[in-house]
Every structure is written in C-alpha cells, then in structure tokens.
C-alpha cells in the first residue's frame, strides 16, 4: 500500500507539470482552453472574492467552496482586461501550502498579457472546503477608466479517483479613479 501511494503521488506531480509545461510552451495561445459546458451548475467548485490592497491594488482571491466536493488538483486560467489591469503576482494561500495537511505549490505562467495560467500541485491529500486557494494582486493601469470589469477563472479539478470537474467563476472590480 505504501509503495502505490508513492507511486500515485510521483504520476500526479508528473502529470501535473507536463500540463505546466505543456500551458506554458504552447504556440497557439487561445483564451478558451478550457470547457466550461460540463460546469456543475448543482455544486460550485470556487468564488473569487476581490478586496484593494494598502498599495491600492486589487487582490483577486480563489477561494474552493463547500459544495466544491474532493479537490486534489486544479489547472486554472484567469482572463482579465489589460487595457484596465496589469497582472503583478500570484500566490498560493498558506491554508494549503507546503507545510500544511495539503501541502500544495503553484506553478504559474503569463503567456500572453491578459492570460495567467497556474497549476495547484502537490500530494494526494484533498483541499480543505472553503479554503482560500491563491491570490492574484493587479495594477490598476494609470488612465484607466473608472467603472466596472471583469476578472474570470475557469479550468478543471482532479479528485483522489482522478476524474475532472470543469469549472468557471468571476468577479466584476468596480475601478475608481
């Protein structure tokens, strides 16, 4: 039993950093990789949660719910507007990263402006329900109008029986100049 735990927790991060690689180093960057059409309208997967920073930037957090059911792994994509937002950092959430139960990481990639794609990595074990998940500080850009835009996240989830859930959310951020 030990020996196949080992071996699955070595095929889930080798699984995961080919998608990583393979995000990052595509060609034909499209802005709908992912499905969204099988999204469980029953049970929501996460919520973006957007609050302003002391350096008045905007911090987008992903956050699983209690309806996200088992979540090991989650590949992800954020669409935002770059005429209004410029993307500064991503971070995983200390609730689930190395050093806790989870012991998640993130691999990130902006391969175009606009497109941030990020996989939440680790063991086996499955995030806690409504947890905060990784958070994402934005620029507002300088002249931006004020008003209302959008941030989106839509991508998919692995359980421990690795069967993928699509999911989608987003946040609208109400710009004041």
């Known amino acids: 039993m030990k020996h196949r735990l080992s ?14 690689i ?15 059409a099988e999204t469980d309208p029953a049970g929501r997967v996460f919520a973006l ?3 302003s920073t002391p350096d ?4 987008v957090t992903m ?11 989650i590949i992800t994509q ?18 689930i990263g190395e050093g806790t139960a989870s012991a998640k990481v993130l691999h990130l990639a902006e391969p175009v402006p606009g497109l941030v794609r990020a996989v939440v990595v680790g063991k086996l074990e499955e995030l806690p329900a409504a947890a905060n998940v990784l958070a994402c500080d934005f620029a507002v850009r ?3 109008p004020a008003g209302p ?29």
């Open 63 to 73: 956050r699983s719910l209690p309806t996200s059911g088992p979540v090991v792994t």
């Open 22 to 36: 393979w995000m990052t180093n595509r060609q034909d960057v499209q802005r709908d990789e992912f499905s969204t």
């Open 7 to 20: 071996i699955g927790i070595g095929a889930a991060a080798v699984i995961a950093v080919a998608m990583f």
């Open 49 to 51: 949660q957007a609050e």
């Open 142 to 144: 300088p002249g931006a």
């Open 56 to 59: 008045k930037d905007v911090r």
């Open 78 to 95: 954020f669409d935002y507007d770059t005429d209004r937002l410029k993307m500064k950092t991503c971070t995983i959430s200390p609730e």
């Open 149 to 177: 835009t959008v941030v989106r996240v839509h991508g998919q989830v692995a359980d421990t029986t690795f069967e993928d859930r699509s999911f989608a959310a987003e946040k609208t951020i109400v710009i004041s100049n």
